[in-house]
T-cell receptor, first 113, second 115 residues
Framework: AQSVTQLGSHVSVSEGALVLLRCNYS??????LFWYVQYPNQGLQLLLK??????LVKGINGFEAEFKKSETSFHLTKPSAHMSDAAEYFC???????????FGAGTRLTVKP | KAGVTQTPRYLIKTRGQQVTLSCSPI?????VSWYQQTPGQGLQFLFE???????NKGNFPGRFSGRQFSNSRSEMNVSTLELGDSALYLC??????????????FGPGTRLTVL
């Protein structure tokens, strides 16, 4: 069975600082990996995804993530945090055959002025 | 393209009642998945429908059911509501074909409160 662990339920950074949100996955088959962002009282918005090919994936709003098979990780980064990045971020895994997506518990990002 | 729409956005019910939630996928998408989001359990997969057939099912009791219509719109029903069913119910659609997963696009959710 697939699963996702997000390290750190809360992350706080200063505006302009590096954002690093950690995600480790477990999957017995090649995974599809996703990062979603959720703003208060809204649904999930896809930031980026990895399926196959290039392991460094660039997403919207300046975010990117790198698939590291040897470390079973898919950490999300952004070089410079903006106040508008404050939200909850979810890492998710599925496989190429199944739309049963498994989500991590989420990481709430706070950006301090 | 218009995004995934869910109705209603907010719902208040009492224990023992039943509720039906509706989801309209992105035009052309044939797969609709439902998720329950609660503070304690996080995001949990309920079920997926593709071409009017349930393709996958999560670990939820039989009180949770769904269906999909020929136009890909989907409904989710919860019978005999319990307090613990209070949650944000999210619908996601994807262009997934018979084989292979695809990106899921989420609607804004329906906030269900059970009193």
């Amino acid at each position: 069975a697939q699963s996702v662990t997000q390290l750190g339920s809360h992350v706080s950074v200063s505006e302009g600082a590096l954002v690093l949100l950690r995600c480790n996955y477990s999957s017995s088959v090649p995974p599809y990996l996703f990062w979603y962002v959720q703003y208060p009282n809204q649904g999930l918005q896809l930031l980026l995804k990895y399926t196959t090919g290039a392991t460094l994936v660039k997403g919207i709003n300046g975010f990117e993530a790198e698939f590291k098979k040897s470390e079973t990780s898919f950490h999300l980064t952004k070089p410079s945090a903006h106040m508008s990045d404050a939200a909850e971020y979810f890492c998710a895994v599925s496989d190429r055959w199944d739309n049963d997506m498994r989500f991590g518990a989420g990481t709430r990002l706070t950006v301090k002025p | 393209k218009a995004g995934v729409t869910q109705t209603p956005r907010y719902l208040i019910k009492t224990r023992g009642q039943q509720v039906t939630l509706s989801c309209s996928p992105i035009s052309g998408h044939r797969s609709v998945s439902w998720y329950q989001q609660t503070p304690g359990q996080g995001l949990q997969f309920l079920f997926e429908y593709f071409s009017e057939t349930q393709r996958n099912k999560g670990n939820f009791p039989g009180r949770f059911s769904g269906r999909q219509f020929s136009n890909s719109r989907s409904e989710m029903n919860v019978s005999t509501l319990e307090l613990g069913d209070s949650a944000l119910y999210l619908c996601a659609s994807s262009g997934r074909g018979p084989l292979g997963a695809d990106t899921q696009y989420f609607g804004p959710g329906t906030r269900l409160t059970v009193l």
